[in-house]
Nanobody, 116 residues
Framework: QVLVVESGGGLVQAGGSRRLSCVVSGGTFSNYPAAWHRQAPGKDRSLVAGITSGGGSTAYADSVKGRFIISRDNANNTVSLQMNNLKPEDAAVYYC?????????WGQGTQVTVSS
């Protein structure tokens, strides 16, 4: 069974930075594309950033381009999201996913709060 566990959420001031991490256990991590999603209260869950299984290609939502960086360490089964210049509208629960056999496996989420 593949398990996805996020960490790193918390309270940060607008303009500040935060790094989220996700550890994946079970399966062969280096085979899985990964991504970060977020959901703010009253809004739909949306894709923030994605990365291919080997880490060679990334993609970002327009709202975070130039501020967020997704990366992965296949030796340690981790995916990270470096968030810089945070804005109040970035506040949300952030979820890490991996794609296994065409299906997303979700973590439990980690809350990011941005104070203005």
């Amino acid at each position: 069974q593949v398990l996805v566990v996020e960490s790193g959420g918390g309270l940060v001031q607008a303009g500040g930075s935060r790094r989220l991490s996700c550890v994946v256990s079970g399966g062969t991590f280096s085979n899985y594309p990964a991504a970060w999603h977020r959901q703010a209260p009253g809004k739909d869950r949306s894709l923030v950033a994605g990365i291919t299984s080997g880490g060679g290609s990334t993609a970002y939502a327009d709202s975070v381009k130039g501020r967020f960086i997704i990366s992965r360490d296949n030796a340690n089964n981790t995916v990270s999201l470096q968030m810089n210049n945070l804005k109040p509208e970035d506040a949300a629960v952030y979820y890490c996913t991996i794609t296994l056999n065409g299906r997303r496996v979700w973590g439990q989420g980690t809350q990011v709060t941005v104070s203005s």
